[in-house]
DNA sequence: GGGCCCGCAGGG
DNA sequence: CCCTGCGGGCCC
């Protein structure tokens, strides 16, 4: 890292040491990492005009970061980049295909050598050394995104990338990025689970000890649903939502863990995704399957649901801000709106929110993936976030004027975020910088010590003080007839079924092979993502004949997972090597690790194998799993 | 993609 | 009992 005095701009050409919009005269441009700085804050300044040119920043000329570089190898890169870009008998576009070539992109000749690095034993450990360094800042991917190019930089590299550039193209390959994607950027979180793998495969665990995310598929939707003959007919619009399969009151707080959950006897884990509100419901994560916010204003709030619904929120992963409910007009039966119409109060559930800051407590967050201005938003469904704690809340004057009631919360959970590469929880973290708490009235922050809270003794977040009492009765309990238990797989069979439910084609089923990420950062083998609109390709292209027609080619071009328009992705969609190099390092790993253990038994012949392929089915859902069952004996 | 409108759960 | 609500399918 640059010294604490030395930074660059924000995406906005904002200088984060004076906070004032840098002249344009004023400004340098790092020819490493192609950030902007603002000359006039640098401690060291570059001296004359021509050093302008070949200037390297802070970050990137590697004085004051000793520690920071992984290793050699990466420093080399770096010296390599250096000679192409200074070479001045290269175009642009030659020195975009050179470093491409350097850095593992496309490019025919490196693709061989790659893969005969990784046949050669170095594994996943080959690739951690320099194909999963963001090619911006040179470190370990962090929060990554990836372009439709099939390039993969960290959240925070790509902003910056982006924000500075008038046209939008990727660093690596100068591939135009979709306005879309470079307006609202969000985390791929396959390559999050990606770079964790391949982490724990190089410190030497094994894979199966890792948690995975989950995807909760209907298998059992509800006993007392559909009660009216208009709610049977438009399906799941107007139903209750069913059965609860976990064992907690409604006005329970903090993590749900396994004894909670005599279903599957897991807990629910963080990063655990459902189609929509009334399954998250069914979890227990967030009981309302409308409101945001569930919590009762003499006892405290439970959970929160970020879903896009109030534009005051600003949602930066590990902290965010959240705005209360209320201040809007609903008449006409409606049950949402956009506009304000009046001030936020702290009451009901916002003063719920208030009792959760006071004392500490843990409160739950799902993020929707109607939350479109979040890069932290899953890309489909209802994702449990984990706990986070409320440090401030106050009321300020909302977007449209009126007065809304606004909450800071922290991330503090034992497990680590969906979004970051790291295998670790939270550790506290001191407050982010609220530039608004300025203009905050109405201010209330924590009174004596957090009933949640990190315990360095124990490494870890806990409860410090008994949790509030429940004044309710549990859920309606049966649980266990709902899921079946399910006997533990063998070792290699759980490793083969975390590949398998990380990195799933959506459309075969199957382990990703030649994995795409689409601009909506969803995953798909290229085959079958090709195949999917095989026929109704490039029709866009070679047409002319009339908007119908190019309108009506245009909506087939679906997205699978989410309904996004993939017709100009799909033009020319590039492999995300990086993903596909640690999908087939992890994979060869487990099929070494297969074989050894067919060596190991030889006695149990050749059951064993059939046996864990149906315990690896087992757990993945069926397709028709989603259809919804009308239990019609319920309906009366 | 935007507006409409509904059942339903839970707070008070 | 009434009021509220960061859903969700459908129709255009």
């Excluded at 930066?316 to 506009?339: E, M």
């Excluded at 199957?510 to 390709?537: D, I, R, W, Y």
């Excluded at 009506?552 to 993939?566: F, G, I, W, Y």
């Amino acid at each position: 890292m640059a010294e604490p005095s030395d930074l660059p701009c924000d995406a906005d050409g904002m200088c984060m040491v004076c906070k004032q919009k840098a002249l344009e005269s004023d400004t340098i441009t790092c020819k490493t990492c192609v950030t902007p700085w603002h000359a006039t804050c640098l401690t060291a300044p570059p001296k004359a005009l021509v050093d302008v040119a070949q200037w390297d920043c802070p970050d990137c000329s590697g004085v004051s970061q000793p520690a920071a570089k992984p290793a050699a190898d990466a420093g080399g890169l770096v010296e390599k980049i250096r000679a192409i870009e200074s070479d001045a008998s290269l175009t642009d576009q030659e020195k975009a295909k050179r470093r491409q070539q350097l850095l593992g992109g496309a490019g025919g000749g490196g693709t061989d050598e790659q893969k005969q690095r990784t046949n050669e034993g170095g594994g996943v450990l080959e690739i951690l050394g320099d194909k999963f360094n963001c090619s911006i800042c040179m470190q370990l991917l962090e929060r990554p995104v990836s372009t439709p190019c099939g390039h993969n930089f960290c959240l925070k590299c790509f902003q910056k990338w982006v924000g500075q550039q008038q046209k939008k193209t990727c660093a690596i390959c100068r591939k135009a990025i979709p306005p879309k994607m470079a307006m609202e950027p969000r985390i791929n979180s396959v390559m999050v689970m990606a770079i964790r793998m391949a982490k724990l495969s190089q410190s030497g665990f094994s894979v199966g000890t890792l948690k995975v995310h989950h995807f909760i598929h209907n298998q059992d939707r509800p006993d007392k649903a559909f009660t009216t003959e208009r709610a049977q007919k438009s399906g799941k619009a107007n139903a209750c939502s069913g059965k609860i399969f976990v064992t907690i009151p409604l006005d329970f707080f903090g993590p749900i863990t396994a004894e909670n959950d005599p279903g599957r006897n897991l807990g629910v884990m963080v990063g655990e995704t459902w189609e929509d509100r009334m399954e998250c419901r069914q979890w227990g994560a967030h009981f309302p399957h409308v409101a945001g916010i569930s919590g009762q204003s003499d006892h405290g709030a439970q959970s929160v649901a970020l879903s896009g619904g109030y534009e005051d929120d600003e949602d930066c992963g590990d902290w965010f801000l959240y705005t209360g409910s209320g201040g809007r007009d609903l008449s006409g039966n409606k049950r949402t709106a956009k506009n304000q119409s009046f001030d936020q109060k702290f009451t009901k559930q916002n003063e719920a929110l208030r009792v959760s800051c006071r004392e500490g407590y843990p409160v739950r967050v799902v993020r929707s993936h109607k939350e479109k201005r979040s890069s932290y938003a899953p890309q489909a469904g209802v994702r449990y976030d984990g706990i986070y704690r409320i440090e401030k809340c106050w009321r300020k004057a909302g977007i449209q004027g009126f007065k809304v009631c606004r909450y800071l919360f922290v991330r503090c959970d034992n497990e680590p975020a969906p979004w970051t590469s790291d295998n670790q929880g939270d550790r506290p973290r001191p407050p982010p910088n609220v530039p608004e708490l300025k203009h905050a009235t109405d201010t209330t922050e924590r009174k004596g010590s957090p009933a949640w809270d990190y315990d360095e003794e124990k490494g870890q977040w806990t409860w410090k003080k008994p949790p509030p009492e429940s004044r309710r009765t549990p859920g309606d309990g049966d649980v266990g007839k709902i899921s079946k238990k399910r006997k533990l797989p063998s070792r290699n069979g759980y490793v083969k079924e975390k590949l398998l439910k990380e990195f799933m084609c959506l459309i075969c089923r199957k382990v990703m092979v030649l994995p795409l990420t689409t601009p909506c950062a969803h995953n798909f083998c290229k085959a079958c993502l090709e195949g999917a609109f095989a026929g109704q390709s490039f029709v866009k292209q070679r047409t002319c004949e009339g908007r119908r027609t190019l309108r009506a080619q245009k909506n087939v071009m679906k997205c699978p997972s989410c309904t996004n328009d993939l017709s100009d992705f799909l033009q020319n969609p590039q492999v995300n090597r990086e993903l596909m190099n640690v999908i087939e390092s992890l994979q060869k790993e487990e099929e070494a690790l297969e074989a050894k253990d067919a060596e190991e038994v030889v006695d149990s012949e050749s059951d064993d194998e059939s046996n864990r392929d149906k315990a690896t089915e087992g757990n993945i859902p069926a397709e028709n799993d989603e259809k919804v069952v009308v239990d019609d004996s319920a309906a009366h």
